[in-house]
């Protein structure tokens, strides 16, 4: 009992110098009503850890198996969209991007998404993405991009990623220095 005590000690402090004074019995009391309140959402904070370490488990994992933990993994977490995020992002983290796409879509199809996970949702869908725009966040990017393009002397994919970023961006007059590196290409 003496993870308890500290714990409902520690609950005192912190409601005296909040300015609120119980009793001596009431502070337990108070320390086991937060516990029961909190515990569901500890309990769903739990089941995303031992999500996240399947999923490490199953980088060494190979075929059927390394499926069946990663099905396991996405079950411990399903409805939960901090869970599913979680997930998502280990999964891209480890390179399975089949894994991140199923917890995406599950993601997706919650009711209740705030701005904040909506916001994630995005980024996610945009980490997906192979076409290096898609994870271009500014008009600036693509001009980075396009620069290295042409670089490398892929001037038809520049101007491609070009004319993409115009109907992205149609305002961005960051796009014309862009168009002049395509264009000093062309004429060397």
Known sequence: MGGMGGMTEAVGQLLAAAGITLPPWAVPAFALALMVLLLPRLLRNMRTGQARKLLGRSRVAEGAEREAIEAQALALVAGHGPGLLGVAEEALRINRKPLARAAIAQLAQLPDLGPGLKRELRRLHAALQDDPLAKAPTPEAVVILVEQLVENGMVAEA????????????AAIQLDEAAATIDRAASA
């Open 159 to 170: 101007e491609r990623k070009l004319a993409h970023a115009r109907k992205r961006w149609p």
